[in-house]
């Protein structure tokens, strides 16, 4: 059984101050979570990493950029690498989430350089992929995320499927209050399974985690983590409020 990855994308929002106010709040109503049931992951604007990163040094929480750049160095005004976010206490990034794919034009094809050199660098790479309502409705769901996905692990051994979730975010779901019901979820999930048995060894497969992404808020968190292949949840909005996150991350097992 993996352990499920319940992740905290806080997107373009907290300065430093509100930021640490949150992550003081959440580290006390996560105090009794047990971290050999749940690995929990923050997301903060880059500005706040640092800081953050001293608050949880002595909780099980762990960072996560929300995007870098595949070279090491160089003339990249505004981006950031991979040691980077390693030198300030990242061990996850997330990589080709739909926002970044719409509004910042990444291709499939730089996201697959970025998974690259994120594993190179040593973080952990939380690949997103998803549907826009239109692919939905004209049966595309499925043809959609597994290309996305081949292309994302193009050139990658099936030995860094451990180091890699995949996180499924309908577009539609995202940000909307609409949530894919789990029966939804659970099929793209089966079907992003299938298509890395396709690919790679069964025992690489099965130490990769599939998360969902959408809307996830305390009053679907259970019956989605009910699902068999949901191992776990990305969430933006409500990982902006402490309860709600921490509600989250204590999800009840159905
Ligand atoms: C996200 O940003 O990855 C996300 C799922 O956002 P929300 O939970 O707000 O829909």
Same mark, same amino acid.
């Given at each position: 059984?993996?352990?499920?990855?319940?992740?905290?994308?806080?997107?373009?929002?907290?300065?430093?101050?509100?930021?640490?106010?949150?992550?003081?709040?959440? $580290? &006390? +109503?996560? !105090?009794?979570? =047990?971290?050999?049931?749940?690995?929990? %992951? #923050? @997301?903060?604007?880059?500005?706040?990493?640092?800081?953050?990163?001293?608050?949880?040094?002595?909780?099980?929480?762990?960072?996560?950029?929300?995007?870098?750049?595949?070279?090491?160095?160089?003339?990249?005004?505004?981006?950031?690498?991979?040691?980077?976010?390693?030198?300030?206490?990242?061990?996850?990034?997330?990589?080709?989430?739909?926002?970044? $794919? &719409? +509004?910042? !034009?990444?291709? =499939?094809?730089?996201?697959?350089?970025? %998974? #690259? @050199?994120?594993?190179?660098?040593?973080?952990?790479?939380?690949?997103?992929?998803?549907?826009?309502?239109?692919?939905?409705?004209?049966?595309?769901?499925?043809?959609?995320?597994?290309?996305?996905?081949?292309?994302?692990?193009?050139?990658?051994?099936?030995?860094?499927?451990?180091?890699?979730?995949?996180?499924?975010?309908?577009?539609?779901?995202?940000?909307?209050?609409?949530?894919?019901?789990?029966?939804?979820?659970?099929?793209?999930?089966? @079907?992003?399974?299938?298509?890395?048995?396709?690919?790679?060894?069964?025992?690489?497969?099965?130490?990769?985690?599939?998360?969902?992404?959408?809307?996830?808020?305390?009053?679907?968190?259970?019956?989605?983590?009910?699902?068999?292949?949901?191992?776990?949840?990305?969430?933006?909005?409500?990982?902006?409020?402490?309860?709600?996150?921490?509600?989250?991350?204590?999800?009840?097992?159905?």
């Amino acid at each position: 059984m993996l352990k499920p990855l319940i992740a905290g994308n806080w997107k373009m929002n907290t300065t430093v101050h509100q930021g640490v106010d949150l992550v003081i709040k959440l $580290r &006390e +109503l996560l !105090k009794g979570a =047990d971290p050999d049931e749940v690995e929990v %992951v #923050l @997301a903060p604007p880059f500005t706040s990493i640092h800081h953050i990163s001293h608050i949880i040094a002595d909780s099980h929480i762990r960072l996560c950029g929300q995007n870098l750049h595949w070279e090491k160095g160089g003339a990249y005004t505004g981006e950031v690498s991979a040691d980077m976010l390693i030198s300030v206490g990242c061990r996850y990034v997330i990589i080709g989430h739909s926002e970044r $794919r &719409e +509004l910042f !034009k990444e291709t =499939d094809e730089m996201v697959n350089k970025k %998974v #690259l @050199a994120a594993l190179k660098a040593g973080l952990r790479p939380i690949i997103c992929v998803g549907e826009t309502l239109d692919e939905r409705e004209l049966g595309k769901t499925i043809s959609k995320v597994q290309l996305q996905i081949k292309k994302a692990l193009s050139g990658l051994a099936g030995g860094a499927l451990k180091d890699i979730a995949i996180a499924y975010e309908p577009i539609w779901a995202i940000g909307t209050g609409r949530t894919a019901t789990p029966q939804m979820a659970e099929e793209v999930h089966n @079907a992003l399974r299938e298509l890395l048995f396709e690919l790679y060894d069964t025992d690489s497969v099965k130490s990769t985690r599939v998360i969902y992404g959408g809307s996830v808020k305390p009053d679907n968190i259970d019956s989605l983590m009910a699902q068999p292949n949901i191992d776990g949840a990305l969430v933006g909005g409500a990982s902006l409020k402490a309860e709600d996150f921490a509600r989250i991350v204590k999800f009840r097992h159905l």
